[in-house]
């Protein structure tokens, strides 16, 4: 049975890699010759992506909950930029009814679940015009749920977009992910170094990958927590850029939750880091409400992500949830506004979303702009 690092011995699409060995070049620097990179999530737009996948095998009662908040997602989204929603056939008239038809397209397509920003493709651009959606073979955050129909969905992205289909020989996910378009990237360590994606793959190796499949020259680590949630403690809940240099970083301030630790290990790499061109980061921190709502979503349900960091950055706004603790909710959306002075902030409830574990970033993706 062939493995994922077998795929080193197929021919590869990937940043002309065929003819860069010819050459002599290691994968980075064909990455780099290819001039294909991750622009900032702030860059301009295509459109945004959504799956209105969610089936009661997986959310049971929740489920008409969080499609309407994934509803309330794309027509909000829809009206700083296009939305592509992509939703099974037989469920096309009741996404359209959530979602809405005013600047939102449909694509029919089997799903299993809802989390865009893992199943979907990674788009990297050349800067001359071209398009690449990078796969990185979801499988279920290591096997946790079913994700089947899920895998296939990033290489339906990519034929969407019309873009350059670039298969990587990790597994991974785009929660993962987090970069700041010129050659810095966060990752967390859970989620990438696991065994339950890439088995045999040394530090060195995940990081030579990354840093070719998305044109990175410097990857900053944050060890995160493995098992503690289903994504083994994705980036995108803990650091963001806000633009180059310049970091927002979740600050857990319940001395109860697992993250307590976490985010103060993470904050103290953070504020000794420097980016590829060598500066010393600034970082910015925002913490969860410790009085979220009260609701059926947050009741005895430990799986529940109240997070702000978890905000989708589109064109002219930043799309941010918001918990019902006033205080709490108020302090993001200053920081945010301060952090972001030329975007809206919008502030969202997804609850139902959330307790789930996700958030808004989790449920969206973007085309940039070429």
Same mark, same amino acid.
């Given at each position: 049975m062939p493995t994922r690092r077998d795929f080193i011995k197929q021919v590869s699409v990937v940043a002309g890699v065929g003819v860069a060995a010819s050459l002599g070049l290691t994968r980075v620097q064909a990455a780099v010759a290819q001039g294909w990179h991750m622009?900032?999530? =702030?860059? $301009?737009?295509? /459109?945004?992506?959504?799956? #209105? *996948?969610?089936?009661?095998?997986?959310w049971a009662d929740f489920t008409p909950d969080v499609q309407a908040a994934l509803g309330l997602i794309a027509r909000t989204i829809a009206r700083y930029e296009p939305v592509t929603v992509f939703c099974r056939q037989r469920e096309r008239a009741l996404a359209e009814k959530q979602c809405g038809t005013s600047n939102v397209t449909y694509v029919t397509t089997?799903?299993?679940?809802?989390?865009?920003?893992?199943? *979907?493709?990674?788009?990297?651009?050349? *800067? $001359?015009?071209?398009?690449?959606?990078?796969?990185?073979?979801?499988?279920?955050?290591?096997? +946790?749920?079913?994700?089947? +129909?899920?895998?296939?969905?990033?290489?339906?992205?990519?034929? @969407?977009?019309?873009?350059?289909?670039?298969?990587?020989?990790?597994?991974?996910?785009? *929660?993962?992910?987090e970069v700041d378009g010129h050659g810095t990237?966060?990752?967390?360590?859970?989620?990438? &170094?696991? /065994?339950? /994606?890439?088995p045999d793959w040394s530090k060195a190796e995940v990081e030579e990958e990354l840093k070719a499949q998305l044109g990175l020259r410097k990857i900053i680590w944050l060890p995160g927590i493995k098992g503690k949630d289903i994504t083994d403690a994705h980036v995108d809940f803990y650091a963001r850029f806000t633009q180059p240099g310049v970091v &927002?970083?979740?600050?857990?301030?319940?001395?109860?939750?697992?993250?307590? +630790?976490? @985010?103060?290990?993470?904050?103290?790499?953070? !504020?000794?880091?420097?980016?590829?061109? =060598?500066? !010393?980061?600034?970082?910015? @921190?925002?913490?969860?409400?410790? +009085?979220?709502? !009260?609701? $059926? #979503?947050?009741?005895?349900?430990?799986?529940?992500?109240? =997070?702000? &960091?978890?905000?989708?950055?589109?064109?002219?706004a930043i799309i941010a949830p918001e918990f019902g603790d006033k205080a709490a909710d108020a302090k993001a959306f200053e920081l945010l506004s301060q952090l972001y002075p030329e975007r809206e902030v919008v502030q969202l409830n997804i609850d139902a979303i959330s307790a789930g574990g996700g958030g808004i970033h989790c449920v969206t993706s973007h085309q940039p702009s070429v």
């Open positions: 622009p900032d999530e =702030g860059d $301009k737009h295509q /459109r945004a992506f959504i799956a #209105f *996948g969610a089936q009661e095998a997986i089997e799903l299993d679940d809802i989390w865009m920003r893992d199943i *979907g493709a990674n788009f990297v651009t050349d *800067g $001359k015009g071209g398009l690449g959606a990078v796969d990185f073979n979801f499988n279920g955050w290591g096997n +946790k749920q079913q994700h089947g +129909k899920d895998a296939q969905l990033a290489a339906r992205v990519a034929s @969407t977009a019309q873009a350059d289909y670039l298969r990587s020989e990790l597994v991974g996910e785009g *929660g993962a992910i990237g966060i990752m967390t360590e859970s989620s990438w &170094i696991n /065994r339950n /994606r890439n &927002i970083a979740n600050l857990d301030n319940d001395p109860a939750s697992f993250d307590y +630790k976490v @985010t103060r290990a993470h904050l103290e790499i953070l !504020k000794n880091a420097t980016d590829a061109e =060598g500066r !010393k980061l600034q970082v910015h @921190t925002v913490s969860p409400p410790l +009085k979220p709502r !009260k609701s $059926k #979503f947050n009741r005895n349900n430990p799986d529940f992500a109240a =997070g702000y &960091i978890n905000y989708f950055v589109i064109n002219g």
